[in-house]
């Protein structure tokens, strides 16, 4: 497509139950990120794939977040036992590492609602 | 670590005055400095850039100046317009491309 897609656009779940979101990348973009944005507060970096290295999860909150990446395409984000602190908007961004414009593309982000 | 502060808003301002919002950066090594702003109802874009000392980014009459001397990349624009208002975040990238981010100043521009 011609931009970062994210699904569902928005979620409400209640506290203890899994939920997980999608990102697709920018087609041949060779990085991906996940990012958390609170309400109120700047963004936070929870996790980067680029190619096939190993994921950076330094920014992950905690053990109930995970997240993989196919390959160079679509990367799932999963919370499991939400809570409502993890009530956010969850935005995914892409890049091209290399190109002559070196810049991350944002999704519109998943708000999640955790009741 | 890295860290990025930029001041608190939010920020109101009457169409055709002068903005200015004030960011500074923490960081080791180089890193590349941008602008990004959210449109209500919008995704998060990139306004503008800039990956060393000196440069100037500038888009939609909106500037920035990366200064190393003060660790400083503000935002200006001589003359702001209603369209303007958003939430403006200031952002570094380190040799991972890793976004740090600031909180964000929401401008409202008022007629």
């Known amino acids: 497509g011609a931009g970062v897609s994210q699904s569902p656009s928005n979620k409400v779940t209640e506290k203890g139950k899994d939920v997980e979101l999608r990102c697709d990348p920018i087609s041949g973009h060779t990085a991906l990120y996940w990012y958390r944005q609170r309400l109120g507060q700047g963004l936070e970096f929870l996790i980067y794939f680029q190619g096939n290295s190993a994921p950076d999860k330094s920014g992950l909150p905690s053990d109930r977040f995970s997240a993989e990446r196919t390959g160079e395409s679509v990367s799932t984000l999963t919370i499991q036992r939400t809570q409502q602190e993890d009530s956010a908007v969850y935005l995914c961004a892409s890049i091209l590492i290399g190109a002559v414009k070196e810049t991350q593309y944002f999704g519109p982000g998943t708000r999640l609602l955790v009741l | 670590g890295n860290s990025v502060t930029q001041m608190e808003g939010p920020v109101t301002l009457s169409e055709e005055a002068f903005l200015t919002i004030n960011c500074t950066y923490t960081?080791?090594?180089?890193?590349?400095l941008f602008w990004y702003v959210q449109y209500p109802g919008e995704g998060l874009q990139l306004l503008l850039k800039a990956t060393k000392a000196d440069d100037k980014g500038s888009n939609k009459g909106f500037e920035a100046t990366y200064r190393k001397e003060t660790t400083s990349f503000h935002l200006e624009k001589g003359s702001v317009q209603v369209s303007d208002s958003a939430v403006y975040f200031c952002?570094?990238?380190?040799?991972?491309?890793?976004?740090?981010f600031g909180k964000g100043t929401k401008l409202s521009v008022i007629p």
């Open positions: 952002a570094l990238s380190d040799t991972s491309y890793q976004l740090t």
């Open positions: 960081a080791t090594g180089y890193p590349s």
